[in-house]
């Protein structure tokens, strides 16, 4: 199996180049921001209370989002990789992503970095919230909180992921285009050892 994390802080891209990405190598896309909405919409208990902290910027508990992770990796026994989008944002959560891949005899291959300035950021972030409807993107403090709960609790995943060698840096500013290339050709240096 082939699977990839796509990390980096809110606004980076990740959403976009996912899109691309599960297209072109065949991957199941597991995205816990879109799956947590996707709960908002439908107005679930999980959903109701996942909103209450996501309008703030804060992140969610842990064991929602790997018990989220386990039922779809569980759901989906046919893939031939996946693509971790927002997952893991803290280190517990990489932690119980090993053992749950370990359970399935598989690993992650690789962690692809996107690497954005702050302020490029905050443009992006707010330039999304006049379109997406996403209430998260509209006010500029709460975009604020979340890029603080991304350096307090996220950065430590990268690190991680640097101890196995797994972790690979890609600029994340530039086109759409740039960027998908720069991440395919990280993804096609290391395929043919991985597959
Ligand atoms: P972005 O990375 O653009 O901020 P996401 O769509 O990935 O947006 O996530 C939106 C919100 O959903 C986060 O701010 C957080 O509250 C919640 N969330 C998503 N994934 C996780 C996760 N793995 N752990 C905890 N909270 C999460």
Known sequence: MFNII?????????GTQSEKLVMKYRLKHLSTGD??????????ALGMEAKKLMDKGFLVPDEVVIGMISSLLD????????????????????EALDKLLQLKKTS?????????GEEELVKRLLKRGQTSGRPDDNNDSVIRERILEYHKK??????HYKKENKAIMVNGEGSVDEIFKALCKEIESRINEIL
């Open 6 to 14: 796509l990390f980096g802080p809110p606004g980076s891209g990740k």
């Open 35 to 44: 799956i947590l909405r996707s709960e908002i919409y439908e107005q679930t």
């Open 75 to 94: 759901a989906n026994p046919k893939a031939h990789g996946f693509l971790f989008d927002g997952f893991p944002r803290t280190s517990a959560q990489a």
């Open 108 to 116: 992650i291959s690789v962690m692809l970095a996107l690497k954005v």
């Open 154 to 159: 996220t950065t430590p995943v990268a690190d």
